[in-house]
């Protein structure tokens, strides 16, 4: 659909789950793939084999906490330097760690690091090399529970919401260097990050949407697709909802 042949991508977290159909929709669209992961090697290597057969092409993964600076700055060096440079950052690794607000200690920092200062911190190691090249894409994964404030996940939805905002800010520093930075909201998705959610969560994101079909990491992969393509030149700073209709604005 859209050609992203001579990109380079990146994908944090793209062993499992959303970062999986991610990275796969990155490699049938073209693009010259890499993505890291925490520690599942195992199912990495699936990863790695399912997008070879798939495009004839071997992606590049590379086992790097992202929450580290020396593991962000090995992982972009590593890419650097058998792909080149990255024309294409998604922000996609995250997790979760609900609890009363009054009661949330570790669990505050713990999330914000992954889920915020993360994709901060890798965007910052490629936007000089996107700036000299004059194009750019940067697509934060957000979430809706964000938009919709859900009890139980102050460190979530602060750091999902903060997600938008540090996205509107690198949009209006960058727009001059081609380089283009968006958030996607995906809705509620059947991934390891929600097997232990609880009934009430379940129904606060699932009663509200328009369209009653069970949401995909592809649905999110496509977004991700058209937003990192040269189409979709002209957005930036903006928030996509990939929800089935859960949230109205
Ligand atoms: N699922 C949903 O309903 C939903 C809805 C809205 C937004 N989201 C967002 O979508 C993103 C992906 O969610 P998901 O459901 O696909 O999660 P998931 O199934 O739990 O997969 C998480 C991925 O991130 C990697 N990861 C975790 N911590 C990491 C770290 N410190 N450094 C590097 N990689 C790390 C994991 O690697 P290992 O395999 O090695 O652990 C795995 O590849 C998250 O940002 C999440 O907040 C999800």
New binding site residues.
Partial sequence: MFDLSGKVALT????????RAIVNGLAISGAQVAF?????SS?AEAVVNEVESKTGHRPLAIQ????ANEARQRLIGQINKEFGPIDILVN?????EDGIALRMTEAWDDVLE??LTAPFRLSQLVLRSMSRRLWGRIIN?????SRIGLAGQANYNAAKAGLEGLSRSLSQEYGKKGITVNTIN????E????EDASAELRQALLSRVAIPKELS?EAVANAVVFLASGEAWAITGQALNVDCGAVKS
């Fill in positions: 944090t977290g793209g062993s499992r789950g959303l970062g890291c992961y925490k520690s599942d199912s790097a906490d992202v929450v996609n690794a995250g997790t979760r992954l889920d994964i957000g979430s809706i529970a995906p809705g509620f998705i991934t390891d990050l929600t990491p």
